[in-house]
């Protein structure tokens, strides 16, 4: 006889999204199951993740609201300023928190620790149960209620099953969601360096003919490197010893902060466009990289992945708070249609910004000045640099306080 | 077995029993219902809440509560109070809509007793309840002064029954009939009779007749801009109210 659990919401993967979702989901109310492959010993390993995060005033707020940020801001780096410039040329682009007001512009976060504070928060919260070391093998999702089936023949049976299994996601492929996808052929190497110089709280965004390289400022005199190369020269540089990678990093990196030097390991990741054409399935949500992933350039994902985890449980609370079915196809439609257009803006964005710069035939250098000309257009700039569009329009949901009356 | 079902209308009954399978899309034929049970059941969370000093945050509100929905048809708005607590009884005079009820309400792994029944035949096996929802299903019995009575008796002293049915206007006969079941098909067309509408003025009549107390009817509308439904002071076409039995 199988074993058989129960909950309200169950969660397909337990990354810096799900854990998030849990978190909130909780918050609301919500009985949750959170179910990943990897040991949570893994996940919270200082090595599993290399990646940092860049993290919006306004969602700096919404995880402040939940309890989430206290013991992040420990390691939360303020972004003060960010420079966006073409390399071998003078920025294009400025934002200076203090000609918005005195507060940062957004934070810097290293994976690792979003990862330790979620999951802390996570074994803490009673409505909270963490299935670690258990794979998903399918789901069902008949008679109003979504089951799914695990490894270990466990099954889960719950309203609505959230997919944040990123994004090459099992669920999304068996609830068969198309993608759009897109191959950049490029590979985004992720290091953490240290620099000489304080980096004085400045994000520095360059664009190459490869491909953009950020350096994006962490605690100390470190700094997180996001490095695009074509896949080929990624491949290289990689398999140079310490000494010639350096070499060549500071070549890029140039000497601004004084000598600079990569914090082993190095990260690989090869990057690649893809956006589900449909957020949901019968009984089914899709969240983050699970629905939309783009290229990293301006480290806006994750905080599109957060918008859509905030705007998820908020629509499930008030359903539940009128009794109602939570996972009913109304609510996901209506998911999808309220978060799709954001992300399309974002996806559109970084597209056209990668491209814009990755090449060097002279029809192209006249489009790029149009386009250079267009992103100067602060209002556009801002909103994606800045996902400031997220910080302003909504008022910030407490998921432990909701209430429609 | 003699049924002792005066108030109900056949017609009616057949006519539901027919799309009845359709009950829990939200997209077909009762889509208006689906529509309208957010702002509905927040007008009546409101009101318990309010009326038995129940705290809104709590996850089971109408736990201590007694509820009858009449006229229950799929289980719609059975489900919400019984996921909100209440101890729901779902009555419906036809015999498929309580089977898909019930299946339904298995599927969502809920308690709810549905029995296809009639209110008067309750009142023959002397039930009584907290609270009565008697949510559009005055504008299809045969009988509405004699069905109210029935209601009056179903509840314990102190109690409050809940109503929603349509106003009979000229704006209503656009609207429900003309609007919502020939133009805009949200309805099947001969969902309902025009003729059997009640005005408000008809209704606290009947209502205060059987001796209910604090009868308060509010308007429900929709909004085309928003598509939703909510609570206004314009009764002309639904509407939906709140009265009580007298405390012993």
Same mark, same amino acid.
């Given at each position: ?20 979702? =849990?978190?909130?989901?909780?918050? =609301? ?9 990897? +040991? ?44 966006? &410039? ?26 690792? @620790? ?24 399918? $789901? ?8 799914? $089936?695990? &490894?270990?023949?466990?099954?889960i049976e719950s309203e609505i099953i959230i997919a944040a299994d990123g994004v090459n996601s099992k669920i999304r492929k068996k609830s ?53 190369? &074509? ?10 010893? &310490?000494?010639?990678?350096? $070499? ?46 783009t290229h990293p350039l301006a480290g806006q994902n994750f905080n599109a992945s957060i918008q859509d985890i905030s705007l998820l449980v @908020?629509?499930?609370?008030k359903k539940s708070i009128l009794g109602l079915d939570i996972g009913s196809i109304d609510t996901l439609k209506k998911y999808d249609r ?16 990668? +491209? ?50 | ?69 009449? *006229? ?7 489900? !919400?109070?019984?996921?909100? *607590?209440?101890?729901?009884? *779902? ?127 509010? *308007?429900?509308?929709?909004? !085309? ?24």
């Amino acid at each position: 006889m199988a074993d058989k659990l129960y909950a309200d919401i169950s969660i397909i993967g337990a990354g810096l999204v799900g854990s998030i979702c =849990a978190n909130f989901a909780a918050d =609301a109310g919500f009985n949750v199951i959170i179910i990943d492959k990897a +040991s949570h010993k893994d996940l919270i390993k200082n090595d599993f993740d290399g990646r940092a995060s860049a993290i919006s005033f306004g969602n700096k707020r919404l995880l402040e609201v939940n309890n989430l940020w206290d013991e992040i801001s420990n390691y939360a780096q303020p972004i003060l300023e960010i420079r966006v &410039s073409e390399e071998g040329s003078n920025s294009f682009l400025h934002f200076d928190h203090l000609d918005v007001g005195s507060d940062p512009l957004g934070y810097m976060v290293e994976n690792r @620790y979003l990862r330790k504070v979620f999951f802390e928060k996570i074994l803490k919260k009673k409505n909270i149960k963490l299935l670690d070391e258990n794979e998903i093998i399918d $789901f069902a999702t008949e008679n109003s209620r979504g089951e799914c $089936f695990l &490894s270990n023949s466990k099954i889960i049976e719950s309203e609505i099953i959230i997919a944040a299994d990123g994004v090459n996601s099992k669920i999304r492929k068996k609830s068969y969601i198309d993608v759009f996808e897109k191959d950049y052929r490029q590979t985004a190497i992720v290091t953490t360096v240290e620099h000489e110089k304080p980096h004085n709280g400045i994000a520095h965004e360059r664009f190459r003919e490869p491909g953009p390289f950020a350096i994006l400022p962490l605690q100390g005199n470190f700094s997180s490197l996001v490095w695009v190369e &074509s896949n080929a020269t990624a491949d290289r540089l990689l398999k140079l010893n &310490s000494k010639k990678f350096n $070499f060549e990093l500071e070549k890029r990196f140039g000497n601004f902060l004084g000598n600079v030097k990569s914090v082993p390991p190095n990260w690989k990741y090869r990057l690649k466009l893809s956006h589900a054409k449909q957020y949901y399935q019968k009984r089914v949500a899709l969240i983050g990289d699970a629905a939309h992933a783009t290229h990293p350039l301006a480290g806006q994902n994750f905080n599109a992945s957060i918008q859509d985890i905030s705007l998820l449980v @908020y629509m499930l609370k008030k359903k539940s708070i009128l009794g109602l079915d939570i996972g009913s196809i109304d609510t996901l439609k209506k998911y999808d249609r309220l978060r799709r257009p954001s992300n399309d803006r974002l996806i559109a964005m970084t597209t056209f910004l990668n +491209s814009l710069f990755s090449t060097n035939n002279p029809l192209n250098k006249f489009s790029r000045k149009t386009g250079i000309a267009l992103v100067q257009n602060s209002r556009i700039a801002k909103n994606f640099f800045m996902n400031y569009a997220g910080n302003k329009e909504t008022k910030i949901p407490n998921f432990s306080d909701i209430n429609i009356f | 077995m003699e049924m002792n079902n005066n108030t109900i209308d056949e017609n009616e009954i057949s006519n539901f029993s027919s799309i009845a399978d359709k009950w829990w899309d939200p997209y077909g034929p009762f889509k208006p219902l689906h529509n309208l049970n957010p702002a509905r059941i927040l007008y009546i969370k409101n009101k318990l809440t309010s009326y038995y000093n129940i705290d809104t945050k709590d996850p089971k509100p109408f736990k201590n509560l007694r509820i009858l929905d009449i *006229g229950c048809g799929g289980g719609i708005l059975s489900e !919400p109070m019984a996921r909100l *607590g209440g101890k729901v009884v *779902g009555v419906d005079p036809s015999e498929k809509n309580i089977k898909i009820a019930k299946t339904h309400s298995n599927q969502s792994k809920l308690k709810i007793d549905y029995i296809n029944s009639s209110a008067e035949q309750l009142v023959e096996w002397g039930e009584k309840f907290d609270v009565i929802l008697n949510m559009e299903v005055v504008e299809h019995v045969s009988n509405i002064e004699t069905f109210i009575s029935s209601c009056y008796s179903l509840i314990k002293p102190g109690g409050i029954m809940f109503i929603a049915t349509l106003n009979r206007t000229i704006k209503s006969y656009f609207f429900a009939i003309i609007g919502a079941e020939y133009i805009l098909r949200w309805l099947p067309k001969g969902t309902h009779d025009w003729n059997k509408f009640v005005k408000p003025s008809e209704l606290r009549n009947y209502c205060s007749n059987s001796g209910f107390i604090n009868i308060d009817f509010r *308007g429900i509308t929709y909004n !085309p801009i928003k598509d939703n439904w909510s609570i206004t002071s314009d009764l002309s076409v639904n509407y939906i109210g709140n009265l009580n039995k007298r405390k012993l």
